[in-house]
């Protein structure tokens, strides 16, 4: 039975996106389409890119709710102070 191999799509250096599977990463290739050769890396990929944008989007986020209830407390905090003056 074949297990599933994970496939990363990776640009060439001629920009043409090729499937690789994980046992190539950091291997040297050449691309079907144009015959040049490249290192295949994972960080050149476009599920890492995937990765990096849905992590700064996160991040975003986080920053974003924090901020709110910083000053949802300040709001708060300043209500409830010119109540009791």
């Not at 990776?10 to 599977?21: A, E, K, L, Q, R």
């Not at 295949?40 to 709710?65: G, H, M, N, P």
Request: overall charge negative; charged content about 15%; glycine content about 2%.
């Amino acid at each position: 039975m074949n297990a599933h191999v994970q496939q990363y799509r990776i640009s060439c250096p001629s920009s043409h996106i090729i499937s690789v599977p994980a046992t190539l990463l950091d291997e040297e290739l050449i691309c079907p389409q144009c015959n040049t050769r490249f290192l295949a890396k994972f960080k050149d990929s476009l599920e890492f890119a995937e990765e990096q944008t849905e992590r700064a989007a996160y991040q975003w986020l986080v920053i974003a709710i924090s901020t709110a209830v910083l000053l949802l407390t300040a709001g708060i905090i300043a209500v409830v102070s010119q109540l009791r003056l």
